[in-house]
C-alpha cells in the first residue's frame, strides 16, 4: 500500500522557518515528480512547488519564490520543503503529493501567528 | 496564477446526475487533460481520474471524466449521500510552468 507521511508543521513567528519532510513507501519514488500542494484553513487547494524525479528542475508558485526551496532524496525516497521568512498568509495544512499518479499524504499543518 | 475555473456550488437530489466542469485553456486542460480530485472535509483529497479520464482502481463506476477542448468534465449519476464532497480538477499549465487548480465545486446531494 502507497504511504506518504508528511511531518514538521508546527507554530512559527513571523519571518521564521520552518522545514517540512515526507516519507514514501511502497511506489516507484525516484520515477515520479512529486509536489507540495496547500490549504489554508476553508480554502481550497494551491500548488507551491514541484521537483522532477531527479531533482534538476524545480518549479514555484509565485507567492513563494526565493522563499520556499523543494528539495528531494531519492535514496530515502523522501521530499521536503525548507520554507523562510514565513508570512500570516502561509498558514496552511500542506500536502506532499504525486499530483498526476495520485497520491496524497494526510497533511501538515503549518500555522504562521 | 491563473486558476481553472469551477462552479463553486452544485446541488442535486438524491438519484440524480450531476455534471462538474472545469474551465481551463490550451496551457493546462487543453494540453494534457485534468485530473480529478475528491475531498471531504477533514480528509486530504482522492484521485478520482487521471488526466487520461481513466478511473483508479476502487473509484464506483458511477463517475465518469471526459474532456472537450479546453473544457474537463466529471459526472456523477445516482447520487449518493456519500458523494457529498468537495471536488477538484488541476492541471500541468506549461506556460505557467505549474500545476494550477480549480477553486472547487462544492456538490450537494438533497
Known amino acids: 500500500e502507497v504511504q506518504v507521511v508528511e511531518s514538521g508543521g508546527g507554530l512559527v513567528q513571523p519571518g521564521g522557518s520552518l522545514r517540512l519532510s515526507c516519507a514514501t513507501s511502497a511506489f516507484s519514488f525516484s520515477n515520479v515528480w512529486m509536489s507540495w500542494v496547500r490549504q489554508a484553513p476553508g480554502k481550497g487547494l494551491e500548488w507551491v512547488a514541484s521537483i522532477k524525479e531527479d531533482g534538476s528542475d524545480k518549479f514555484y508558485v509565485d507567492s513563494v519564490k526565493g522563499r520556499f526551496t523543494i528539495s528531494r532524496d531519492n535514496a530515502k525516497s523522501s521530499l521536503y520543503l525548507q520554507m523562510s521568512s514565513l508570512r500570516a498568509e502561509d498558514t496552511a495544512v500542506y500536502y506532499c503529493a504525486s499530483i498526476s499518479m495520485g497520491y496524497w499524504g494526510q497533511g501538515t499543518l503549518v500555522t504562521v501567528s | 496564477q491563473a486558476g481553472l475555473t469551477q462552479p463553486p456550488s452544485v446541488s442535486k437530489d438524491l438519484g440524480q446526475t450531476a455534471t462538474l466542469t472545469c474551465t481551463g485553456n490550451?496551457?493546462?486542460?487543453?494540453?494534457?487533460?485534468a485530473v480529478w480530485l475528491q475531498q471531504h472535509q477533514g480528509l486530504p483529497p482522492k484521485l478520482l481520474f487521471y488526466?487520461?479520464?481513466h478511473r483508479p482502481s476502487g473509484i464506483s463506476e458511477r463517475l465518469s471524466a471526459s474532456t472537450s477542448g479546453n473544457i474537463a468534465s466529471l459526472t456523477i449519476i445516482a447520487l449518493q449521500p456519500e458523494d457529498e464532497a468537495d471536488y477538484y480538477c488541476?492541471?500541468?499549465?506549461?506556460?505557467?510552468?505549474?500545476?494550477?487548480f480549480g477553486g472547487g465545486t462544492n456538490l450537494t446531494v438533497l
Open positions: 488541476s492541471a500541468w499549465d506549461r506556460s505557467l510552468t505549474g500545476w494550477v
Open positions: 490550451s496551457n493546462n486542460v487543453g494540453y494534457q487533460g
Open positions: 488526466r487520461n479520464n
